[in-house]
């Protein structure tokens, strides 16, 4: 069975910071592509970043270029991926979910994820 399970989700004050993680387990995922989405209430899913299997390719949302960094690292049954948020904005705020795709391409759009967690809610006070 499939399990992607977001954490550190939470309230901080604009400027502030945090560290999103996912652990992914139940498939092997070390070969893809994962990224992370935000959503805010009546909204679609944006994307935020995502990153290759190996960790070499990294691609952000210009919205969060030089302030959000992912990063993971391929354990034996299970894969984590972090996102360090920095110097946060109120428009940070949303659900963010983490997401694999069946591909090793990286990608920006929903429908090239096929796996989705249950969201960390962040909230970015100013």
């Known amino acids: 069975q499939v399990h992607l399970v977001e954490s550190g989700g939470g309230l901080v004050q604009a400027g502030g910071s945090l560290r999103l993680s996912c652990a992914a387990s139940g498939r092997t995922f070390s070969r893809r592509t994962m990224g992370w989405f935000r959503q805010v209430p009546g909204k679609e899913r944006d994307f935020v970043a995502a990153?290759?299997?190996?960790?070499?390719?990294?691609?952000?949302a210009d919205s969060v270029k030089g302030r959000f960094t992912i990063s993971r690292d391929n354990a034996k049954n299970t894969v984590y991926i972090q996102m360090e948020m920095n110097s946060l904005k109120p428009e940070d705020t949303g659900v963010y979910y983490c997401a694999a795709a069946p591909a090793t391409a990286l990608g920006r759009r929903e429908y090239d994820y096929d796996c989705w967690g249950q969201g960390t809610q962040v909230t970015v006070s100013s």
């Open positions: 990153i290759t299997g190996s960790g070499s390719g990294t691609y952000y």
